[in-house]
């Protein structure tokens, strides 16, 4: 079995934890001694075609006559497509439809990108661009159905709420699937227990969609007497430093990337995260912070729950709530350390790296 993934998104050295949750399989597939090879396709006429290696897992980037190349050169017999688009899934129809293929959904397959897309520009602009996003969205599923019904790829969702969302959208109703959660690397976020005292806040999110509720964040945090920094990039971060300003947020803006193995050793650092959302499948890097015994704030929403039963506080996503009416009640000893405790025992438990590798392994065999 020579696997061939498919992302759209992938790690590279500019972009350091760009879905970092399809580079830890690839590692993991590697390590059991599978050969694994990353492809990206970029469908622009004039795109560039390239190889890099990242983190000694091999990536091949360019145009779909490209792509073909080397996935014929690799001798590829197996494609899981993380995230498919339907630019991706035509291409697959078209060139692979014989190989063994897999589907493995993370949340942005069926989603309305219409409302979590940041528009900018005038008025007409902003619904111009609107009315193209709900066009693409529909489209974008009738591919999705098309697909699975005429090739029945093996479907792989990441947790119970976005097979049960991803699944009545296209409306399909019988077809075979797998819930088989992203993994977390338990090396790199490693445990430290917390003392109880609530000193530093963080929150890692992308600015470059309205998904991660940053708006909302922003809000809450206004005239705080607590202060959380906010790292990441994007084009969304001028309007956040605006909005900051205008509500006297106590925010710190802090734009740095960090490689993925970083990320544990900032984690620990930190007492509290804060990582709301309007829209998450499993929410790998609030999944992250806990493993490490961070205890979390986050949104009340139906995909957060799967995964959010301990070691933190769910909230609603309304900008009338004052996070210190929240954090007082639990910035108390007792309260963290346990928040802490609960936090990393439960990740350790339900994400456990060996068991969810060995399924995706034997789900993309069959």
């Keep these: 079995m020579n696997i061939g993934i498919i992302s759209e998104n992938y790690p590279e050295s ?14 993991e597939y590697i390590k059991r001694g599978y050969k694994t ?32 190349e080397k996935i ?15 630019r991706e899934l035509n291409y697959v129809k078209k060139q692979h439809a014989e190989k063994n293929i897999t589907l493995t959904f993370h949340g942005t397959e069926s989603v309305w990108s ?16 609107f009315l193209y996003r709900i066009t693409i969205d529909l489209h974008k599923r009738r591919v999705l159905k098309d697909f699975i019904l005429t ?10 709420s976005w097979r049960k969302y991803t699944l009545d959208i296209i409306n399909i109703k019988k077809v075979p699937y797998k819930i088989i959660y992203n993994p977390i690397d338990k090396e790199l976020f490693r445990f430290r227990q917390r003392n109880g005292s609530l000193k530093r806040i963080i929150c890692m999110r992308s600015h470059d969609t309205r998904k991660y509720a940053l708006d909302i964040i922003i809000k809450m945090f206004r005239n705080s007497k607590y202060r959380i920094d906010i790292y990441g990039c994007g084009r969304l971060l001028p309007y956040h430093k605006r909005l900051a300003k205008r509500y006297n947020s106590n925010v710190k803006f802090i734009e740095k990337f960090y490689m993925h193995k970083q990320l544990g050793e900032l984690y620990r650092e930190y007492d ?20 490490t015994g961070l205890p979390i704030i986050t949104s009340d929403i139906f995909g957060n729950k799967e995964f959010t039963e301990k070691g933190c506080i769910r909230i609603p996503n309304d900008t009338k709530i004052r996070i210190d009416d929240v ?18 025992e439960y ?3 339900k994400l456990d790296t060996k068991k969810i590798i060995e399924a995706e392994l034997e789900c993309l065999k069959k």
């Design 151 to 160: 090739y029945r790829p093996k479907l792989i969702f990441v947790s119970k």
């Design 327 to 344: 954090l007082e009640r639990l910035n108390k000893r007792s309260v963290m350390m346990k928040l802490s405790r609960e936090a990393h």
């Design 37 to 68: 090879v990353v492809f990206r396709i970029n469908f622009h006429a004039n795109a560039e075609d390239k190889q890099y290696v990242f983190d000694k897992v091999k990536v091949y980037q360019g145009t779909p006559e490209y792509i073909t």
């Design 14 to 27: 500019d972009v350091l934890y760009n879905s970092s949750f399809v580079h830890i399989r690839v590692k």
């Design 72 to 86: 014929k050169k690799e001798c590829i017999t197996h494609l899981s497509i993380h995230m498919p688009n339907f």
């Design 272 to 291: 509290l995260g804060v990582m709301l959302t309007r829209l998450d499948a499993q929410g790998v890097s609030a999944c992250e912070m806990m493993q």
């Design 347 to 349: 990740m350790d438990n």
């Design 114 to 129: 219409s409302i979590i897309y940041p528009y900018d520009g005038n008025f007409l602009e902003r619904i111009t661009k």
